[in-house]
């Protein structure tokens, strides 16, 4: 097989075109510095060489920045490309990169290698969506750059970016306990380190970890004890993955525990939507027999039947403001987002 030729430099194209380095830049970048019947000539004459415009590398060295965002988020790209939640914080995070003439960039802490090490080294700023994995957070906080953590608090000084989880967690399930009689379970989202969807034990219960979840469960477990309502471990149900199959797995065990729960506090709305499913299947009143809490505020949660009772957590809003945070080196170093308690038809009135 014959070797690739290399790829053209500005330099070199510069040369075969008797023309500045300037000049041939200006054509690809600054079209207002040249005549458009220059601009057109060099730009048809570089089509002609296979020469495709200055390096963003190397012109990113050279202007010290490169007007671009990167976004890290805590799962794989794949998973977060079908997570509606991620989806409205990136929508979020676009429109803000947008209005400033920036570009985004994704990457995920669980990826190493030199790969991402070098995509790490392009962006001038990080925005943290959830806990990194491994030394992710190390790594890149030692280039220096500018950054923000969302949802967590991060070991190294950055801006942080989040909602209340466990006042909005305790107020939803004051709520739903308001007509509350009989069993309370909990439809739980990666509050142990195992991969099956499992029940929780009475240590699992008393987790001093501040993570999303953790801090969710706090709130529940908050509000059962003011209102003097007994939320067994064996309730709590541990979900790895935050998708419709896993969650139906523990919608249908919940569903057929007996006697039947009255209320599912469910950690997202995803979670709920699987429990309203398995319900409906299995010919149980919703809300009548059961009421399902979700969070999130999910557009999904407004097109079902019953509508979904569930915390609305402005994930849009979230994502610009995090943009706008990380923009701005003027801003707050703690910002926390509204969350609002949408009460509709999965649950009871008092």
Same mark, same amino acid.
């Given at each position: 097989m014959p070797n690739q030729k290399k790829p053209l430099n500005l330099k070199e194209v510069s040369r075969i075109l008797g023309v500045s380095t300037a000049t041939v830049s200006n054509a690809f970048n600054r079209p207002n510095q040249l005549s458009e019947r220059l601009r057109e000539r060099i730009l048809k004459e570089c089509e002609t060489l296979g020469y495709h415009g200055p390096n963003l590398a190397a012109r990113s060295l050279r202007r010290g920045k490169s007007d671009v965002v990167a976004v890290v988020l805590a799962d794989s790209l794949s998973y977060s490309f079908s997570d509606p939640v991620a989806s409205q914080f990136l929508q979020g995070v676009a429109e803000v990169l947008a209005q400033h003439n920036k570009q985004l960039l994704l990457l995920s802490? *669980?990826?190493? #290698?030199?790969?991402?090490?070098?995509?790490?080294?392009?962006?001038?700023?990080?925005?943290?969506?959830?806990?990194? @994995?491994?030394?992710?957070?190390?790594?890149?906080?030692?280039?220096?750059?500018?950054?923000?953590?969302?949802?967590? *608090?991060?070991?190294?000084?950055?801006?942080?970016?989040?909602?209340?989880? *466990?006042?909005?967690?305790?107020?939803?399930?004051?709520?739903? &306990?308001?007509?509350?009689?009989?069993? &309370?379970?909990?439809? #739980?989202?990666?509050?142990?380190?195992s991969n099956r969807v499992c029940r929780l034990t009475q240590a699992d219960l008393i987790s001093e970890q501040n993570d999303v979840a953790h801090r969710r469960l706090r709130g529940y477990l908050?509000?059962?004890?003011?209102?003097?309502?007994?939320?067994?471990?064996?309730?709590?149900?541990?979900?790895?993955?935050?998708?419709?199959?896993?969650?139906?797995?523990?919608?249908?065990?919940?569903?057929?525990?007996?006697? &039947?729960?009255?209320?599912?506090?469910?950690? @997202?709305?995803?979670?709920?939507?699987?429990? &309203?499913?398995?319900?409906?299947?299995?010919?149980i #009143?919703?809300?009548?027999?059961? *009421?399902?809490?979700?969070?999130?505020?999910?557009?999904?949660?407004?097109r079902c039947e019953p509508q979904l009772t569930t915390v609305c957590q402005q994930s849009i809003e979230k994502g610009r403001i995090a943009a706008s945070v990380l923009l701005d080196p003027e801003a707050e170093n703690e910002t926390t987002v509204k969350t609002d308690l949408v009460i509709r038809g999965t649950t009871r009135s008092a």
């Open positions: 802490s *669980q990826v190493g #290698g030199k790969e991402q090490n070098s995509a790490e080294s392009l962006p001038d700023g990080f925005i943290f969506c959830g806990a990194p @994995s491994g030394d992710c957070e190390k790594r890149i906080m030692r280039l220096g750059k500018p950054a923000v953590a969302v949802d967590f *608090q991060a070991e190294s000084n950055m801006k942080v970016v989040q909602i209340e989880d *466990q006042k909005a967690a305790k107020n939803i399930t004051l709520h739903a &306990l308001k007509s509350h009689r009989g069993n &309370l379970a909990v439809l #739980g989202l990666k509050l142990i380190e908050e509000a059962a004890e003011e209102t003097k309502t007994e939320l067994q471990p064996h309730m709590v149900w541990h979900v790895p993955v935050n998708d419709p199959e896993n969650a139906e797995i523990a919608a249908r065990e919940i569903l057929t525990t007996r006697p &039947l729960p009255s209320t599912v506090l469910c950690m @997202s709305d995803v979670l709920a939507l699987a429990v &309203l499913r398995v319900a409906k299947s299995l010919n #009143g919703v809300p009548e027999q059961v *009421q399902i809490v979700g969070f999130d505020g999910i557009s999904e949660s407004e």
